[in-house]
């Protein structure tokens, strides 16, 4: 009997499939976008980075290469661009520093597959200038984390103060 309830027990903790890790993925990043606490949004984004890292290399998860594109870049954006992300304050610098560790692992696992997402795709759609859009990409590929958020700060304020 003990043995059963393991069983029983360990087979509720699987999930049921693919859609139940869609749903997952897709609620972290609607926590790192649509909800205004920063440090549920830094949790939300830590937690991205975290997957990219173990799944980004896109052999692990079938599918999560294209949740990257679809999903974490642009909530990467969305999330700064949002009127409840103050980046005066400070708990909001901090998630936006996630942020930046975030595409920097996208970076790091995508390549130059991310760097042409980036600049032939997703940084025009926004409507960015190209030399807004050249100038994060150096950032990204050239900076340290630390270097990056600063620009970052800067980045997001230009936009918010321009778009």
């Not at 991205?48 to 052999?59: A, K, M, P």
Request: net charge positive; with cysteine.
């Amino acid at each position: 009997t003990r043995r059963w309830r393991k069983q029983k027990k360990e087979q509720k903790l699987r999930p049921s499939g693919l859609e139940n890790t869609h749903q997952i993925l897709t609620t972290l990043v609607q926590g790192a976008v649509d909800f205004p606490d920063p440090p549920t949004q830094k949790t939300c984004f830590a937690c991205l980075r975290r997957l990219v890292e173990v799944w980004g290399d896109g052999q692990t998860l079938a599918g999560f290469d294209n949740f990257i594109y679809d999903g974490i870049v642009p909530a990467c954006f969305l999330a700064p661009m949002k009127s409840t992300f103050d980046l005066r304050d400070a708990q909001t610098v901090i998630a936006l520093g996630e942020t930046g560790q975030t595409m920097k692992e996208v970076l790091s696992k995508r390549g130059s597959e991310c760097l042409h997402f980036l600049q032939a795709e997703y940084l025009p759609s926004l409507q960015l200038p190209q030399d807004s859009i050249h100038e994060y990409l150096q950032h990204l590929q050239h900076c340290d984390q630390k270097t990056f958020k600063t620009f970052l700060k800067d980045f997001f304020m230009h936009l918010k103060q321009h778009l």
